[in-house]
Nanobody
Framework: QVQLVESGGGLAQAGDSLRLSCAASGATFTFRSYTMGWFRQAPGKEREFVAAIDRYGSRTDYSDSVNGRFTISRDGVKNTVYLQMTNLKPEDTAIYYC??????????????????WGQGTQVTVSS
């Protein structure tokens, strides 16, 4: 079964940086066949799109709230996708989830269109 495991979350102060990692594995999972995305969910709020990257890293997309501060990347050898977060703000506090979507499908920033998920990693940003 496909597994996505996030790491790198933790406690940070406003203005700090963190890098999240998502390691993909599984007998049926071919990393280069998937668009990868990061989503986040704060208590009482709907899960929201953060960033996505296509199968080869040729296209990236970001939500308006993180554009210019976060960078998504992927390593095809390590089967890992990253989210480099800089200039963190308290409103970035959330559980961050890694997800995958078959690259043969159309591009989507909607969490409902992603079919595999990690367990999430907590990011907490203090004032």
């Amino acid at each position: 079964q496909v597994q996505l495991v996030e790491s790198g979350g933790g406690l940070a102060q406003a203005g700090d940086s963190l890098r999240l990692s998502c390691a993909a594995s599984g007998a049926t999972f071919t990393f280069r066949s998937y668009t990868m995305g990061w989503f986040r969910q704060a208590p009482g709020k709907e899960r929201e799109f953060v960033a996505a990257i296509d199968r080869y890293g040729s296209r990236t997309d970001y939500s308006d709230s993180v554009n210019g501060r976060f960078t998504i990347s992927r390593d095809g050898v390590k089967n890992t996708v990253y989210l480099q977060m800089t200039n963190l703000k308290p409103e970035d506090t959330a559980i961050y989830y890694c997800s995958a979507r078959q690259a043969s499908y159309s591009w989507s920033n909607d969490y409902k269109d992603y079919n595999t998920w990690g367990q999430g990693t907590q990011v907490t940003v203090s004032s």
